[in-house]
């Protein structure tokens, strides 16, 4: 049965410090994403991938936050300097194709607390 | 400003009855719209996808409905199950240069009661 899977699946850290998440997409898939749920905002696309290529990460604060895919069985994201307001859960999706026109699979999710 | 809007926020109902959720969208061009449901805790699984096309799509228990010309879709649960409870995400797919856009609705929260 293959799924997304991301870790850790929850991280607590205090402010100030780096935080780097990771993501192995469904074997064969060619699109990653990476989105933030919060309660207030909902679920937000940060950033997406297709062939290790950014496409678009216009949804990523750039000052502390990167994207990477080193390779094509791992996708990461990292915080530095993390701050309490980057609290959430980050999940990251998988798909073949165009992001727009495919079914993506989600993962589990991080929840991520910053104090 | 490209917006997807769903109603109701929350929604509590009775084991076996049926339920109608709605989303409005004014995304464009339209790509494709989807219904996700996410359960507590977990990432959010598809339902369903629509094209501009398509104006009916099923899944089992759940039928989603499109009009592209109002711009608006919808959600059915029929004969709901305590299993249904979960939050339900609606998604409109915009094509732009980078290949896509994806503008989420804030969800609505159902819940089924014994």
């Known amino acids: 049965d293959a799924r997304v899977t991301q870790t850790p699946r929850h991280k607590v850290t205090e402010m100030g410090q780096e935080v780097t998440m990771r993501c192995q997409p469904i074997l064969g898939h060619n699109t990653v994403f990476w989105y933030r749920q919060t309660m207030m905002q909902g679920l937000e696309l940060l950033a997406y991938?297709?062939?290790?290529?950014?496409?678009?990460d216009s949804g990523m604060p750039k000052d502390r936050f990167s994207a990477e895919m080193p390779d094509a069985t791992l996708a990461t994201l990292k915080i530095q300097p993390s701050e309490p307001r980057d609290s959430a859960v980050y999940f990251c999706?998988?798909?073949?194709?165009?992001?727009?026109?495919?079914?993506?699979?989600f993962g589990p999710g991080t929840r991520l607390t910053v104090t | 400003k490209n917006q997807v809007e769903q109603s109701p926020q929350s929604l509590i109902i009775l084991e076996g009855k049926n339920c109608t959720l709605q989303c409005n969208y004014t995304v464009s061009p339209f790509s494709n719209l989807r219904w996700y449901k996410q359960d507590t805790g977990r990432g959010p699984v598809s339902l369903t996808i629509?094209?501009?096309?398509?104006n009916t799509k099923s899944n089992g228990r759940y039928t989603a409905t499109l009009d592209a010309d109002t711009k608006q879709s919808s959600l059915h649960i029929t004969a709901s199950q305590l299993s249904d409870s979960a939050s339900y995400i609606c998604v409109v797919s915009v094509m732009n240069n980078a290949g896509n856009m994806l503008t989420f609705g804030g969800g609505t929260r159902l819940m089924v009661k014994p």
């Open positions: 629509m094209t501009f096309s398509e």
């Open positions: 991938f297709r062939n290790r290529a950014p496409l678009d």
């Open positions: 999706a998988s798909g073949l194709g165009l992001a727009g026109s495919y079914e993506q699979y």
